[in-house]
C-alpha cells in the first residue's frame, strides 16, 4: 500500500474527474402518433388539434409554410478532465440518437407527406413514409 500512495496522489493531482452527461431535447416525440394522418385527406389544422404545434427547442424542429417538423435528440457524452490547472477534456464515449417527424403541407392545406426517420449517429432509417399519390 506505501508503494501505491506516490501513485494514487499523483494521479489525483493530474485527473480532475470524469462526467456523464446526456442531454435530451423534445424527448415527448416517441409518443406521437402518425398513423391515423392520411396524405390528401388530413388537413392543417387537423394535425394541429390533434398533435398540435412542434416545439422549437434548441433550434430543432419547426414550422414553415408548407411543412412542421417535430424532432427528438438524445446525446449521451462521457468524458474525462485530466489536470488541475489546464484542464484539457478527453471525450470517451458519444452516443446520439434522434428521431424526426415530417408532415409536409400541399397548396389547400391537406397532408402531401408523412415522414418518421430514425438515426443513430451513423445510420438513417425511414420508420413510415406515406405520401399522396397525384
Known sequence: MVRRLPIIILAAFFLDGCKIARDQVNIHVRDIDTSWIEPGVTTRRQVIDRIGMPPTAKGLGGVTADAFRWTLYDKRTGTLEAGYIVTPT????RAHF???ILVRFDESGKVSLVSRTVSDGKNVRITEWKECRK
Open 90 to 93: 478527453f471525450e470517451l464515449s
Open 98 to 100: 434522434a428521431e424526426d
